[in-house]
């Protein structure tokens, strides 16, 4: 089925660990967002890619670096993991023009 | 900066009654705004998105308004069933140029449907 697909689905960090989550789309959409989400916060975002080859902050990017590899793929990675980033992340993409999103199931991050 | 609020944060219901989620932003100046599903420890899915200058949409059992000027949203949900059981989130998308594309999202409302 098309959609965005999000890897690794779990992972456990030690603090002070880099990792990469990765997201990659299939529907040939332009842009293309990171959120995070905590118990009694919702979702905020965290990077966004208008389009292939820009990438802009979102509300929380700090501790975060993302690189949008090509059209379809979108990375998020934490340099030096800490317990505060202990989340669920959702990859979300977009259609130019276009008013839905689509996410994937998300990356359950625990850092400890 | 906008802010979105979900009344009630948790409702719990008998299947068969209808059902109303409440959705209201700080910021009238929206492009749109997007009810989603969450089931547990899985994505999101959109259920109705509707344009600033709609009133209302519906999905079969779901019917989504807006009511823009005062910043409030509903989604009612009729004859509900326990397959209807999942968080449910509002999330906005501001208007105007510029950074346009971001959602801000609602906390969300955590339904149950018992048998």
């Known amino acids: 089925n098309a959609g965005v697909t999000q890897t690794p689905k779990f992972q456990v960090l030690k603090t002070g660990q880099s990792m990469t989550l990765q997201c990659a789309q299939d529907m040939n959409h332009n842009s293309m967002y990171w959120y995070r989400q905590d118990p009694g916060m919702g979702l905020r975002l965290i990077y966004y890619s208008a389009s292939e080859g820009t990438t802009d902050k979102g509300e929380v990017p700090n501790g975060y670096n993302v690189s949008r590899l090509n059209k379809r793929e979108f990375s998020l990675r934490l340099e030096s993991a800490a317990p505060s980033q202990t989340s669920v992340y959702f990859c979300?993409?977009?259609?130019?023009?276009?008013?839905?999103?689509?996410f994937g199931s998300g990356t359950r991050l625990t850092v400890v | 900066k906008q802010e979105v609020t979900q009344i009630p944060a948790a409702l719990s219901v008998p299947e068969g009654e209808n059902l109303v989620l409440n959705c209201s932003f700080t910021?009238?100046?929206?492009?749109?705004l997007q009810w989603f599903r969450q089931d547990p420890g899985k994505g999101l899915t959109s259920l109705l998105l509707?344009?600033?200058?709609?009133r209302e949409q519906t999905s079969g059992r779901l019917n989504a308004s807006l009511d823009k000027s005062s910043g409030r949203s509903t989604l009612y949900i009729a004859a509900s069933q326990p397959g209807d059981s999942a968080t449910y989130l509002c999330a906005v998308r501001p208007g105007g140029g510029g950074s346009n594309y971001k959602l801000t999202f609602g906390k969300g409302t955590l339904l149950t449907v018992n048998p």
């Open positions: 910021d009238s100046a929206i492009y749109n």
């Open positions: 979300a993409s977009r259609r130019t023009g276009g008013d839905g999103y689509t």
């Open positions: 509707i344009q600033s200058s709609q």
